[in-house]
């Protein structure tokens, strides 16, 4: 089985490391993706701080954002040698300041420098190097648009491409709107992975559950999945049985969140607020028994000052075990 069968999606703000921690511990196999981080940053930036992650992460990818060839190659020749498993470049991500920088998005428009750039990292470095991008942008015809990008990414040395089944609009919509607007295409990408059978193409965009995304597995090499694993992280406790026919990590999701705790005691032994973490966790239980006094024993009481482990233990401690079986079938 491929290791991209089933992703988390880069989600800025969202997919730190605390959140990428705690998936971990719903999922071995998943593999996950950091926030975007853009050449600059990881060039000129904070760039330990931005880049870290724990090596109890892996695999995981870290995506970059911008359109220099060399800044790329050298960012991507950084990351590497951190130690992370591959290196994912942003051509989807429609936001006024990714606009400025000329990345994101926009590179719909510019195919032939997105080869460049994916040859630049190619030979910077040996792990894999992917794109994630759009169906097209704007007025583009997605067949057209989306076939040109992936002859000359794939002419680059691509690796894997991973498309969001829908157009982004770069004028007048908010990210956020271009996250629900433009309508989903997914044929465009079942019919991208038929006319180009040797690539790895992954599929994202308004994939709510693990049937839906196990019926695309019919069309395309893989999955990413990016708000349902966010806000509904329950889901992801059975994704090794249902990808990858392997035993999750927990016979429950209390038991998973459980396994969190040293995490928590180190994390705010180092000055993390508890709050920094708890946020990525407050949708983990569903339909159980204790899930909204859960959500809101964390909510009032994760931010106070010096709050720490014993305030996660105690939210905890109001939520029912329930195991795996029951949990993912609801
Ligand atoms: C809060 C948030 C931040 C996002 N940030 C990024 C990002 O940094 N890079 C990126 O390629 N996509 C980003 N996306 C888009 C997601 O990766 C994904 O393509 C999109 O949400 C559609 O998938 P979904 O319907 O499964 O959520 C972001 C999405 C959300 C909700």
């Known amino acids: 089985m491929k290791r991209r069968t089933f992703a988390i999606a880069p989600m800025m703000d969202w997919t730190d490391r605390h959140c990428r921690f705690f998936h971990r511990l719903l999922t071995r196999r998943a593999l996950i993706y950091t926030e975007m981080i853009t050449t600059g940053a990881v060039l000129f930036g904070e760039r330990t701080r931005l880049l870290a992650f724990d090596p109890a992460e892996h695999p995981v990818a870290v995506q970059l954002g911008g359109s220099d060839p060399a800044a790329l190659a050298r960012s991507a020749r950084i990351c590497a040698d951190m130690g992370y498993d591959e290196i994912n470049l942003n051509i989807g991500c429609p936001s006024d300041r990714v606009q400025d920088g000329r990345f994101g998005a926009c590179l719909m428009a510019e195919p032939i420098l997105v080869g460049d750039c994916v040859a630049a990292m190619k030979a910077a470095v040996s792990i894999p190097v992917t794109v994630k991008c759009r169906i097209g942008i704007d007025d583009q015809d997605p067949e057209a648009a989306l076939d040109t990008l992936t002859r000359t990414v794939m002419a680059a040395g691509v690796d894997a491409l991973i498309v969001h089944a829908r157009k982004a609009w770069l004028a007048g919509l908010s990210p956020k709107e271009n996250r629900d607007v433009p309508p989903l295409d997914y044929e465009r990408v079942y019919r991208l992975k038929r006319a180009y059978p040797h690539l790895d193409v992954v599929i994202n965009g308004g994939i709510a559950t693990l049937e839906d ?22 889901r992801l406790l059975a994704v090794d049985r249902e990808f ?87």
Not at 222 to 232: D, F, I, K, N, S
């Open 213 to 234: 995304a196990l019926e695309h597995l019919a069309h395309v090499d893989g999955v990413m999945l990016g708000r349902a694993a966010y806000q509904e992280p329950w």
């Open 244 to 330: 990858f026919g392997e035993a999750p990590p927990f016979a429950s999701v209390h038991a998973a969140a459980r396994a969190l705790i040293p995490h928590i005691e180190r994390e705010v032994a180092r000055g993390t607020k508890l709050s920094a973490i708890t946020r990525h966790v407050l949708g983990l239980f569903h339909a159980v028994p204790g899930a909204r006094a859960f959500r809101r024993h964390l909510a009032t009481a994760a931010v106070k000052p010096g709050a720490g482990a014993e305030v996660f233990a105690a939210a905890l401690a109001l939520v029912a075990e329930t195991e795996l079986t029951q949990t993912a079938a609801a």
